[in-house]
Every structure is written in C-alpha cells, then in structure tokens.
C-alpha cells in the first residue's frame, strides 16, 4: 500500500524469507503504526463463530474463544511464524500461486485481502516475519471516514459476500448483517 513505509533492506529480508521457504505462497512483516506500536492486522481467516463474535459485540462471550483466535492473540509479534490472513498492506507474493486474478474485484474496497488468502491457503501457508517490522499509517483515510454510515454499510456487504462465497451455514449469520443494515439506514434518519 501507498501508506507503508519501507526501505530496500526491509523489503529484501521479506523477500528473502519467502525465497528460502519454498512452502510458503506469501511473507508479510510486523505492521508498526507512527508511534512503533503493533497493529493488530494479522488473522485467522472468518469462520461463523468468528463472524458472530466480530459483527455482534454483545455475544463474544459466547464467542470468547473463537474471537481470540481470530486475531492471533497468542502470536509473538516479534518472531516468525505461519499466519492464515496477513495485512496486504505490505504482502511479497509468489506470482506462480497467485494466478489470473490477483484481488476479485467483487471486494472494492474491503475483504479482498481475506479473499486472496483463502485461495492461496491451498498452496500452503504465508510466512509472518516478525524480525521485520515496517511503518503502516494504516487507515489513516479510512478513520477519516468512519462516522460515514456507506463505509460501515460497505464493509459489511464485503463481509456478507465473503460469507456467501466461502463459509458452509452463512445463512446463519446474514440476519445480523441485515439488523446492522437497518441500524446504520436508522441512524442515517437520526444523522449520527
């Protein structure tokens, strides 16, 4: 992405990771924001208990195990490792494994990395470098935006398509984006 931060030894350590570990289809180093604190990009790809625990706040409880284990809360941010989803923002990528398609453009504005590790996962997994760490103003124009209801609604229409596409059950969890369509069409009406 345009907001990372990054210099030629930084890039050819993520690189030379992926070159010498033939089973990885992708390496992603250790997001930093402006002030060197971690960002929390890097996940598990959605499941529907995932997708519970994250859209509907209220039930993680319920959800405790499966939210933790969607943000790789027990990862060493510092080390390298295998993740499912790392952040795009700053992704090195085997070309061979990516095929025709690089991001489906079904996902505009969001998912669209999800949905590039859920296809490239069958190739193997992508390393984490956590020895390398890079600056990421990340979304920093997105939180400009977030009082904006179409960028909330947009999000969720990605997620609901991601659904659709890839998870058994989804029907499960499309009610709760219908609720939050309705919420976000009631809150445009009162103007938050």
Not at 52 to 73: I, Q, S
Not at 168 to 189: D, E, N, Q, S
């Amino acid at each position: 992405n345009p907001d990372v931060i990054l210099d030629r030894t930084q890039l050819g350590s993520i690189t030379e990771v992926l070159i010498n570990d033939e089973r990885a289809w992708g390496a992603a180093p250790r997001l930093l924001d402006v002030d060197g604190r971690d960002q929390q990009y890097v996940r598990r790809l959605p499941t529907i208990g995932r997708v519970v625990a994250d859209r509907v706040p209220p039930a993680r409880p319920l959800f405790r195990r499966a939210h933790r284990r969607y943000w790789y809360e027990d990862l060493r941010r510092d080390a390298d490792s295998y993740v499912e989803q790392p952040a795009a923002a700053c992704l090195v990528l085997r070309r061979d494994r990516v095929g025709s398609v690089l991001f489906d453009p079904a996902y505009p504005l969001f998912f669209n990395d999800t949905d590039l590790a859920r296809r490239l996962l069958r190739h193997g997994p992508c390393r984490y470098v956590g020895s390398v760490s890079v600056t990421h103003l990340g979304g920093e124009s997105l939180s400009r935006l977030d009082d904006q209801p179409w960028i909330r609604q947009e999000y969720d229409r990605s997620y609901l398509r991601y659904c659709r596409r890839n998870l058994r059950g989804w029907l499960l969890v499309a009610p709760i984006f219908t609720v939050r369509r309705i919420l976000y069409g009631l809150m445009k009406v009162v103007g938050r």
